[in-house]
C-alpha cells in the first residue's frame, strides 16, 4: 500500500491521469476513421473550431479574465495558434491518410524529446551530453518505426511517418516559443483563442489544398467520430489537462503522451481489428528511452518517492500486524 497521502492523491489524479491519456490516445484512431469521411485539413478545423468556441464559453464563465490584453499574451495565443494547433494538427491529419493512428500515436511522442533539442538551439539552452543521447534514442525510435531504409525512403509509410514527425516538431517548437514569453491570461482562454485561430489557419490551408465542406460525407459514423474529437478528446480532454496542470505539474504530465500510444494501439486492436508490428514496439521503446534520458533526474526522483511511500507502509503494517490481538 501506498502512504494516505499518495493515497488520497492517486483516486483522483491517477484516475484523471489514466482518463485523459485514453481520450488523446483514442483520438489518433478517431481521426484514422474520420478521415473516410473528411478532407484532412478540413476535418481538423472544424473540429477546433468547435472545441475552441466551447473552451472560451468556458473561460468566459470561470476565469477572471479571458481577452488577451498584452502584447506577449497577443503572441503567446498566435503561437499556439499556428504551431500547436495548425501545424501540428494539420501535419498530423495528413500524415494519417498514409499510417495508422497507432504508429502515429508512437511518432508523436517524441514530442518532448524534440522539445530539448529545440530548447537548445532556440533558447540557447546547455546541450548536455544526456540531452544528446536522449535526442538520438529519440530519433533512432522513430526511424525504427517508419522502417526506414535506403530503398523504401519515398514510401507512404515513410510519407505519413515524417508527415507525423514535422506534426511533432511543430508541437515542440510552439511549446519553446512560447517559454520566454510572460503572459497571466489564464490558459483555458489562451487555448481557447488558439483553438480558433488555428482552425482559421487550417481552413486557409485546406482551401489552397482544395479542400471544401462540400466534401464531407456525413454518416453516423462521421459524425461519431468527429462528436468524440470535438466534445471528449477536445473540450473534455483540455479541461482534464488544465486541471492536471495545476495539480502534478508540467513534468509528470508529459508522461501521458507515453501512454497514448498503448491506448492507440488498444484501441486500434479493439475497433480496427490492427495490430502494430513489432518493429513499431522497439521503436517506441527507443523513444521513451530518450525521454527517460532527458528527463531522468525527475523519472529517478518520482520513482524513489513511491518506493519510499512504499517501503515505509509496510513497515507500517507490519509492525500493525505484530502489536494487535493474537488469535484466539
Same mark, same amino acid.
Request: some cysteine; overall charge negative.
Given at each position: 500500500?501506498?502512504?494516505?497521502?499518495?493515497?488520497?492523491?492517486?483516486?483522483?489524479?491517477?484516475?484523471?491521469?489514466?482518463?485523459? &491519456?485514453?481520450?488523446?490516445?483514442?483520438?489518433? %484512431?478517431?481521426?484514422?476513421?474520420?478521415?473516410?469521411?473528411?478532407?484532412?485539413?478540413?476535418?481538423?478545423?472544424?473540429?477546433?473550431?468547435?472545441?475552441?468556441?466551447?473552451?472560451?464559453?468556458? &473561460?468566459?464563465?470561470?476565469?477572471?479574465?479571458?481577452?488577451?490584453?498584452?502584447?506577449?499574451?497577443?503572441?503567446? %495565443?498566435?503561437?499556439?495558434?499556428?504551431?500547436?494547433?495548425?501545424?501540428?494538427?494539420?501535419?498530423?491529419?495528413?500524415?494519417?491518410?498514409?499510417?495508422?493512428?497507432?504508429?502515429?500515436?508512437?511518432?508523436?511522442?517524441?514530442?518532448?524529446?524534440?522539445? &530539448?533539442?529545440?530548447?537548445?538551439?532556440?533558447?540557447?539552452?546547455?546541450?548536455?551530453?544526456?540531452?544528446?543521447?536522449?535526442?538520438?534514442?529519440?530519433?533512432?525510435?522513430?526511424? %525504427?518505426?517508419?522502417?526506414?531504409?535506403?530503398?523504401?525512403?519515398?514510401?507512404?509509410?515513410?510519407?505519413?511517418?515524417?508527415?507525423?514527425?514535422?506534426?511533432?516538431?511543430?508541437?515542440?517548437?510552439?511549446?519553446?516559443? =512560447?517559454?520566454?514569453?510572460?503572459?497571466?491570461?489564464?490558459?483555458?482562454?489562451?487555448?481557447?483563442?488558439?483553438?480558433?485561430?488555428?482552425?482559421?489557419?487550417?481552413?486557409?490551408?485546406?482551401?489552397?489544398?482544395?479542400?471544401?465542406?462540400?466534401?464531407?460525407?456525413?454518416?453516423?459514423?462521421?459524425?461519431?467520430?468527429?462528436?468524440?474529437?470535438?466534445?471528449?478528446?477536445?473540450?473534455?480532454?483540455?479541461?482534464?489537462?488544465?486541471?492536471?496542470?495545476?495539480?502534478?505539474?508540467? =513534468?509528470?504530465?508529459?508522461?501521458?503522451?507515453?501512454?497514448?500510444?498503448?491506448?492507440?494501439?488498444? &484501441?486500434?486492436?479493439?475497433?480496427?481489428?490492427?495490430?502494430?508490428?513489432?518493429? =513499431?514496439?522497439?521503436?517506441?521503446?527507443?523513444?521513451?528511452?530518450?525521454?527517460?534520458?532527458?528527463?531522468?533526474?525527475?523519472?529517478?526522483?518520482?520513482?524513489?518517492?513511491?518506493?519510499?511511500?512504499?517501503?515505509?507502509?509496510?513497515?507500517?503494517?507490519?509492525?500493525?500486524?505484530?502489536?494487535?490481538?493474537?488469535?484466539?
Amino acid at each position: 500500500m501506498l502512504s494516505r497521502d499518495i493515497q488520497n492523491q492517486i483516486p483522483i489524479s491517477g484516475i484523471l491521469f489514466v482518463l485523459l &491519456a485514453t481520450l488523446w490516445g483514442g483520438s489518433f %484512431v478517431a481521426i484514422e476513421i474520420g478521415l473516410h469521411y473528411f478532407p484532412p485539413l478540413v476535418f481538423a478545423g472544424v473540429r477546433y473550431a468547435t472545441a475552441g468556441a466551447v473552451i472560451l464559453g468556458y &473561460a468566459v464563465v470561470t476565469a477572471d479574465r479571458w481577452r488577451p490584453r498584452a502584447r506577449e499574451e497577443y503572441l503567446s %495565443v498566435a503561437m499556439v495558434g499556428a504551431f500547436v494547433i495548425a501545424g501540428y494538427h494539420g501535419l498530423l491529419y495528413l500524415g494519417e491518410q498514409h499510417v495508422s493512428g497507432a504508429i502515429a500515436a508512437v511518432v508523436v511522442s517524441l514530442s518532448p524529446v524534440l522539445t &530539448a533539442g529545440f530548447a537548445a538551439v532556440v533558447l540557447d539552452e546547455r546541450l548536455t551530453l544526456a540531452k544528446a543521447v536522449g535526442f538520438t534514442f529519440g530519433v533512432a525510435g522513430v526511424a %525504427v518505426v517508419a522502417g526506414l531504409t535506403p530503398a523504401n525512403a519515398l514510401s507512404a509509410n515513410v510519407l505519413g511517418v515524417g508527415l507525423a514527425l514535422l506534426g511533432a516538431g511543430c508541437f515542440a517548437l510552439g511549446a519553446v516559443l =512560447t517559454r520566454p514569453l510572460r503572459t497571466e491570461l489564464p490558459i483555458a482562454a489562451l487555448e481557447g483563442w488558439a483553438m480558433v485561430g488555428g482552425s482559421a489557419l487550417l481552413f486557409v490551408a485546406g482551401a489552397a489544398r482544395g479542400e471544401s465542406l462540400s466534401a464531407i460525407r456525413l454518416t453516423p459514423t462521421a459524425l461519431a467520430s468527429f462528436a468524440y474529437l470535438t466534445l471528449l478528446s477536445g473540450v473534455v480532454a483540455f479541461l482534464l489537462y488544465f486541471y492536471l496542470l495545476d495539480d502534478i505539474g508540467p =513534468t509528470r504530465l508529459n508522461l501521458v503522451g507515453y501512454l497514448e500510444p498503448v491506448v492507440a494501439t488498444l &484501441a486500434s486492436w479493439v475497433v480496427l481489428g490492427e495490430l502494430v508490428s513489432s518493429s =513499431t514496439l522497439v521503436g517506441f521503446g527507443a523513444i521513451f528511452a530518450g525521454f527517460a534520458v532527458l528527463n531522468w533526474r525527475q523519472v529517478r526522483g518520482f520513482a524513489d518517492s513511491v518506493r519510499s511511500s512504499v517501503e515505509s507502509e509496510t513497515e507500517e503494517s507490519a509492525w500493525s500486524g505484530s502489536a494487535g490481538p493474537a488469535d484466539d
